[in-house]
């Protein structure tokens, strides 16, 4: 109670106008206006090329897939061009880790029943835009992931599978807190399990 009434918590209903302006029930007025950062733009160039050769009693199969990234803009105030910032190959407060370049490479070679994998993912450096940080320094070097995978078929309808992703365990780059929000490093771009073994059987029918 204040003043002797009784005061209680309001939960009006919502509705959420293009996702961003949550109203109050009726005709009520805006209660939240979400501002979030959002990409004005990004162009680039994507490269990708396969390669086929029958080698050593087997077959040899190569594919690439890059991006070169040529520009990227953020806004992070809607409300005001004036504060658009320039992402192209940069880590800041306002930018998420873009580098000019990152590519997958892979290898397969296979022969009768059985198949062998290696994969190459590779992020490219990035420059840190910012107040010094000293995880961050003056930039973010470029990481490389490799991964093994073998496949045995047992039969028409069964196969193994054994694999390592990050096969030299590669610890990712570390982040100050006022960069990132998942903790000290950018969750879901960098690999972060480190060396990870599996396994697997399929059966098809």
């Not at 959420?16 to 733009?41: F, I, K, N």
């Not at 029958?54 to 806004?75: C, D, H, P, S, Y």
């Amino acid at each position: 109670t204040l003043a002797g009434a009784a005061l209680g918590l309001a939960r009006p209903a919502r509705t959420d106008d293009a996702r961003l302006v949550h109203r109050a029930e009726a005709a009520g007025p805006p209660l939240v206006v979400v501002t979030g950062r959002v990409d004005v733009g990004v162009e680039g160039v994507d490269v990708t090329a396969q390669y086929h050769t029958e080698i050593g009693g087997g077959r040899l199969n190569v594919a690439f897939v890059g991006t070169q990234m040529l520009t990227k803009e953020t806004l992070p105030v809607p409300s005001l061009p004036d504060t658009l910032v320039d992402c192209h190959g940069v880590k800041s407060s306002s930018c998420f880790t873009s580098p000019e370049w990152r590519h997958t490479a892979t290898a397969t070679y296979g022969m009768d029943d059985w198949s062998a994998t290696m994969r190459w993912r590779y992020i490219g450096e990035v420059d840190y835009d910012g107040e010094v940080d000293t995880l961050v320094a003056d930039g973010i070097d470029a990481q490389s992931y490799f991964d093994i995978v073998g496949q045995y078929y047992l039969g028409a309808n069964t196969s193994f599978t054994l694999g390592i992703n990050n096969f030299l365990d590669e610890e990712p780059p570390l982040m100050g807190a006022s960069l990132v929000l998942s903790g000290n490093t950018e969750v879901g771009f960098y690999d972060t399990l480190g060396r990870m073994v599996f396994a697997n059987v399929t059966l098809t029918y």
